[in-house]
């Protein structure tokens, strides 16, 4: 099944320009808008097949609209929030791994049983190998080990995510998962350490949870980014699927790009930037081909 030209005429010509669909792999409603945003709306542009699984519905999150929304609906709300988003990028495949929002790292709610912190690691890879087996994604992008500003799920996704990879690749594991699946290329989400530093300062959302020590270890180092994808044109479609989880951003002004004080705002995040993994086949050192930078061939 790993033979190339077997893969290619399995794919057809719906395939896009990596061969095969590209898989996010997440934690939350918004954890795909805020990161990848952009990445996402090129890569259905380009014809990329697009599937975006979160873990949760976020249904700890404080909701930023609490006259429509209960802790009762709060996971329904973001479960459409997230659909919507991603409509408005394009992306009808949007698919939930059925556990719970953990909370902030510290929180009673890591304690909730059906917290995905709680989950068995083994439950979750095996739930995440079916996907992978199924879909055949060319590309998998998740959280980096950081888990972005370090939110407990968003770590958890990674490992998981990872284990899930390696296993779907091998060919003797689990066969009632599905034939094996071997990805060309692994990617972690990277938000530049200096970015999020920025917004730490204001002491807003997720950041206002940090101590001193958690700060010094938030997003990814600039030189150990591998890959950087220019956004500039997708901005507006960005911000759009960002305003889509409504329950999530609070004051919409802050994404407005036609305020002149958020243009500067937002004109730090022209790029999403991301780190290619090295999967245990892949060679232990020297260049790993990227193709996300397919991407900047479109607009
Ligand atoms: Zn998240």
Redesign the pocket.
Known sequence: MDDPDIRESTAGPSAGPFGGPLLFS???P??ESFSCGGTIVKAVAAGAPVTVISATR?ERGESAIPAITTPQTLAAVRDQELRTAMAGLGVTDVRFLGYWDSGMDGTPENDDPRAFVQAPQEDVVTRLVVQVRGLRPAVVITFGPEG?YG?P??IAIHHATVDAVTQSAQAGHRPELGPPWTVDALYYTATPRDLLLKFAEKNEGPFRHLSMEARQRLGVREEDITTRIDITDRLRQKAAAVLAHASQVGDPTRFDLDAAGERRHWRMLDHEHFVRARLPWEPASGDLADPLLKLDQFP
């Open positions: 997440l934690a939350h918004d954890d976020g972005g939110h799920d968003h």
